[in-house]
């Protein structure tokens, strides 16, 4: 091009042009990454986060962060949790289990009153799910005494009911294979009135759905299991309920290791934890139908009542 200043006409239309195209790529990007926090927290979510595998090339959701450091605390000590990445859900859970999208959803400050183990996980949609932040709190307050509770119902157990179950049994990720029972029991009474239909220790089994071993890359073992109903000898109550259990990612280890020279191979080789289920972890599930807490009696078969006889008697000769 001969004349000069053209040129740069030419050069200054081109760049602002390509800067208006990376603007409003960005601007769609941050439309529809607000448009998909928006189906997140209207519609119910079909996958779990925690299913949700590693997805290469998609950029990870930051680890959660706990305001309060682990160790010991003053009973109703405020916990608040945060996370870098932007428009992310966090999820967290108190009662040992790994969080999930079932699991409570953050919208405040957590109010810690007893020994507590505390983890959470936070997503966005289209991002790989962070890594488990954990941390325990030691307030000198097991909560392990818990009264006596029981279920009342008038004959019927109407759908939605909560009811409690305890561990009764191991399971670690090492062994674990999809299909294996894992014994559960049941944590209270269901009654009929006054009579106990389904007494505490009632044994109910679970069936576990995926189980995996630790992998490269620090990526920790699973497990995840499923209950779909409690029986008795005569009755049975449709639930739905399970939970998940994820061993440790020791993500600052495995940094620290990158970090060091000659030991980054030894890093990526390196494995996370086995997760593990131990006796006397509690879960709830949930009654999906109404359900008669009383078995069906037949009824005893009555033959058919023979009618009356209707035959006319022959008419007698007269005589002649």
Known sequence: MKNPALYLV??????LTAQNAATMANMQAMQQQQLNLQTAQN????EDPSNIPFMAGMPWTSKPSFSVPQGKIKPGTLVRIRTRTHYALIYYSTDGWTPTFNSKRYTGPIEI????????????????????????YVTGTSGAQQEDTS????????????????????????????????????????????TVVFPKGTPVDARIIMADRPGFMGQPGDIQFQVDAIHDKQLTIPVAGGETVE???????????????DAALFAMLSKGDQAAIVPGMKLNVTVTDDT?????????TVPPSTPPSTTTAA???QPS
């Open 10 to 15: 030419f050069a200054a239309a081109f760049t």
């Open 43 to 46: 519609e119910p979510a079909n």
């Open 113 to 136: 009153n007893k020994d507590t183990i505390l983890q959470a996980i936070a997503y966005v949609p289209n991002m790989n799910r962070s890594v488990v932040a954990r941390a325990v």
């Open 151 to 194: 279920v009342n119902t008038a004959g019927v157990l109407p759908a939605g009911t909560t009811l409690r179950l305890v561990t009764d049994g191991t399971a670690s990720s090492s062994s674990a294979e999809v299909g294996d029972t894992l014994p559960l029991k049941l944590d209270e009474d269901i009654k009929n009135g006054d």
């Open 247 to 261: 061993g440790v990612f020791h993500d600052k280890r495995m940094l620290t290791l990158m970090l060091i020279p």
């Open 292 to 300: 008669a807490l009383f078995p069906e009696v037949s009824q005893p």
């Open 315 to 317: 008419p007698q000769p």
